[in-house]
């Protein structure tokens, strides 16, 4: 808009215009709770107007999410999300698309669409509650429970291995790869701004604790006792630090990683990786610290790199069809091939 | 009437209809030859109707029975509705062809036989024995023009050196010459044609058009065909025609709605045959301004529409039986959430993956019941390749102006058949509403029926600022669109969806009967089986018979005055390719004695067929009185 046709300044919005009049009924002490007010919090800075967020979900507790929040909005079929936003986005790009998911719906009855979802590019911000487990339906193991689960479904030890979601979005060709936390109130409130400004898919997993069927599964990063020790909180171009102390840090041993002490005076931080987040091969090595018990867990930016948008695509494409070929002309194109004309 | 070129004195026979099927092996070019043919008999002004059959391989084993290719077309000085019944002619590339088509030919038919492909190898894939081009017990009640194809392309392209692949795939162009010259049609659409399709390419445009020209002088020379034939300009209603294929027309159709809404169109389709050729169209429509969606498979195209639908774009999603099926559950989500859309399902044979390349109508019991809970949907039928195109553009109004997602079944049989097509005034089409809102009250509801006649909500859609609001797979608030589990709420939403579908038989056209409104038997059709249908009842009028055909192109809801119409009837009989899908339907609603008459062969019904069978029946009810 220019200054001169300037339409009066809309007032800013803030939290309670994005609070929907819906009595939220996640179970008291879900962590879906912290993620809602964060996204609360967080949407009156990204000055886009209200009317022009959607928020799209397929089935789950984390799905219920769209409800509860004052914008359009829609509450899809099991898996579904996915590809409901990206016939949204197609049909009008200009809408800021927020889907969200939960780590069943994402990866199991969902999977074919997320990878594809992935790969296209589509601007959506895609925001993965992962619980490790299914909630709605009362507690069965889930793709990322972890193996030997016991759980309704299996009592003796649930037999799969759990997916790595940044391993899986990073495989799937994803331009940007993120995680945060449910109570780290001010981290995730900066993911979701990181994810809003990145052109593309925003693959952001947020580990969600849920008190009823998977009770404690993320204290490890939540405790003050533990929090120092098992979070790896990246920024990028700094070196890879932690610790309560900011005492440990990761480096390479040829190219396998090895956590190291800082304090011991063998070490400093000019030995540690920078992390980089366009660098492909240091996401990768960050995504499979996920399960492994002597290294801490990357929260933050793990990957992000630039790509162009699958939408801006399809309509660029059109123009250039109208450019090369001129804007199609119907009454033409219904009497083109051999036609004959009967007196 | 005779006429003298080259010596040989040849008759020259005016003929009101006649039907030809080329017959070869899936690398011999049927499609192509017979699709040739057909432009060239529609510019010439014959009425006509083709029926292309081809197997679900791509390439099957060569000269093997699975491999065979086929195309037939009936055209006519007069109107026709179906590709005809036995052929006149049957065009035999290989002794596979032979041994597949020819005991459809009609007795004393003309067959004409590539002889060079009838070698040891060939006959014995085919399972003949000894050639049958020899056999006199085999050949005796036909007419047999043996001719070394192959041989006479050769020679006549010796010149140009040309591989011998070139050579022997120019051979279908020598057969189609000998049939130009014996139904008297021009070759120059045919090599106009060839020097489009092959600009880059002279040496083939080159042997092509000798193999063509070789096959017309053949004919003109040789003794064994002696009379060639007229069919003269059948009677059409004035304007300006095209041949279309039914795929086509739906294509057409849809672009046609988003022209008169002034919509974004946002088609998505998983790849299946035989829907894929509407992607394909509608791809090509780049600079039409449609955007279309490759989706990730059958599921992703139907979601990826409602979110579109959600949007506020023309939404629309192809696909065949099985494709069907797996979206049963988005569709259920499109009825809950009474968003606009139209699902196109071009129906195969089945169960599972059944019969890709060939026809049924099996899906009506899909289209009217495959979804979970009480969700009714609307189901339209198109009936002939023509009439996709207006078959789709309703389909797209119904959507817009009464928000409620939209079936249409096409099938194979008029999806991939042809036929001459009068092209519509575009100006003479209405415009199509919708129902979107920029603003509302204070006290709008999403949710709330908007118009009580029409039972339709409005359609808000995302980016339209006071109008937020959630909508989902849950229950629904009758006003709101909120979450709603009340019992007398969901009892009132479930009534609600049903009358949603039950009062468009105030907007759709009364049911109308060709013949009269009374009679003795009443043949009640849907879908592709118009024309054979239509043909054995002006048959059987002429006859004297008091027969009368009424064709359903809607089928949830019927037209209202239906079951007025039946009732006029003592006997009702339903020919379906199905097991018997609209007659139980029409049974359970109507209380009537409808008799089906089921065929499950993946082919079309032939008018003869229908005929017989209706005089079977009025053969029983004059019996009994």
Known sequence: MSADTAAPAAPALTRKDFTSDQMVRWCPGCGDYSILAQVQKTFPDMNMPKENFVFISGIGCSSRFPYYMDTYGFHTIHGRGMTVATGVKLANPELSVWLVTGDGDSMSIGGNHLIHLLRRNLDINLMMFNNRIYGLTKGQYSPTSEKGKVTKSSPFGSLDHAFNPPALALGASATFIGRSLDVDAKHLQTMIAEAYAHVGTSFLEIYQNCLIFNDNAFDDYSDKETKGVRQLLLEDGQPMVFGPERNLGIRFEGHRPQVVDLTNGKWSLDDLVVHDKTDKMLALMLCDLTYQPDFPTPFGVIYQVEKVSYESQVYQQIDDAIEKLGKGDLKKLLKSGHTWTVD | ?625
């Open chain 2, 1 to 625: 009437m005779s006429e003298t070129k080259k010596g040989v004195r040849k008759n020259v026979e005016s003929i009101e209809q006649v039907t030809i099927r080329f017959a070869g092996d899936s690398g011999d070019g049927m499609q192509l030859t017979g699709s040739q043919f057909t432009e060239t008999t529609a510019m010439m002004g014959n009425d006509l109707a083709t029926l292309p059959d081809y197997p679900a391989e791509i390439r099957a084993p060569a000269g093997s029975l699975a491999g065979v290719s086929s195309f037939q077309l009936q055209f006519a000085s007069k109107s026709i509705q179906t590709p005809g019944d036995e052929p006149d002619v049957l065009v035999a590339m290989n002794p596979a062809a032979l041994k597949v088509h020819l005991p459809e030919l009609r007795k004393n038919g003309l067959v004409i036989a590539n002889s060079a492909n009838f070698t040891k190898r060939n006959l014995s894939l085919a399972g003949w024995d000894s050639n049958p081009l020899e056999d006199d017990k085999v050949m005796g009640e036909y007419r047999l023009v043996q001719v070394d194809m192959t041989r006479l392309v050769t020679s006549a392209v010796e010149d140009l050196k040309l591989p011998n692949k070139i050579v022997a795939r120019s051979t279908n162009m020598f057969a189609l010459g000998i049939l130009y010259w014996l139904y008297g049609r021009s070759l120059d659409p045919t090599k106009d044609f060839i020097k489009d399709k092959f600009k880059k390419r002279p040496e083939i445009v080159e042997a092509n058009i000798r193999a063509l020209d070789a096959g017309f002088n053949y004919g003109d020379t040789i003794e064994a065909i002696s009379t060639s034939y007229v069919v003269a300009k059948a009677e059409m209603a004035p304007g300006v025609y095209r041949n279309i294929m039914g795929n086509q027309a739906l294509a057409l159709g849809l672009l046609a709605a988003a022209h008169k809404s002034g919509l974004q169109l946002v088609y998505s389709g998983y790849p299946i045959t035989p829907a894929s050729d509407i992607l394909h169209m509608l791809a090509s429509y780049k600079n039409f301004g449609v955007v279309t969606f490759q989706a990730e498979d059958e599921i992703a195209a139907v979601t990826a529409t409602i979110g579109a639908a959600f949007a506020g774009a023309l939404a629309i999603t192809g696909t065949s039986g099985p494709g069907l099926a797996l979206k049963g559950e988005g569709l259920g989500l499109a009825i809950t959430t009474e968003l606009p859309l139209v699902v196109i399902n071009v129906q195969r044979g089945g169960p599972s993956t059944g019969l890709p390349t060939k026809t049924e109508q099996s899906d009506l019991n899909q289209a009217m019941y495959g979804r979970n809970g009480e969700s009714p949907m609307v189901v339209l039928a198109a009936a002939t390749a023509s009439d996709c195109f207006m078959m789709a553009f309703e389909a797209c109004r119904i959507a817009l102006e009464h928000m409620v997602p939209v079936l249409l079944l096409s099938d194979s049989y008029i999806g991939s058949g042809s036929e001459p097509w009068l092209i519509p005034d575009l100006d003479t089409i209405p415009e199509i509403k919708n129902r979107k809102v920029s603003a509302g009250g204070e006290d709008f509801s999403a949710f709330q029926i908007a118009s009580e006649e029409a039972m339709a909500r409005s359609w808000a859609v995302p980016g339209t600022p006071g109008l937020e609001h959630r909508i989902g797979g849950l229950e629904k608030d009758i006003i709101t669109g909120n979450v709603n589990y009340d019992a007398h709420n969901h009892q009132a939403m479930t009534d609600r969806r049903q009358k949603k579908v039950d009062v468009l038989a105030n907007y759709f056209p009364l049911a109308e009967v060709l013949g009269e409104e009374t009679g003795d038997l009443l043949i009640l059709g849907w879908g592709s089986t118009f024309g054979a249908i239509r043909t054995a009842t002006l048959k059987l009028q002429e006859q004297g018979h008091r027969v009368s055909h009424l064709h359903l192109r809607h089928l949830n809801p019927f037209p209202r005055n239906l079951g007025e119409l039946l009732l006029k009837f003592p006997k009702i009989l339903v020919p379906e390719l199905n097991n018997g899908q609209l007659v139980k339907i029409i049974r359970g609603e109507f209380l009537t004695d409808a008799q089906p008459y089921n065929k499950m062969q993946g082919r079309p019904f032939v008018p003869s067929e229908i005929e017989r069978k209706a005089l079977t029946i009025l053969k029983e009810t004059s019996n009994v009185s």
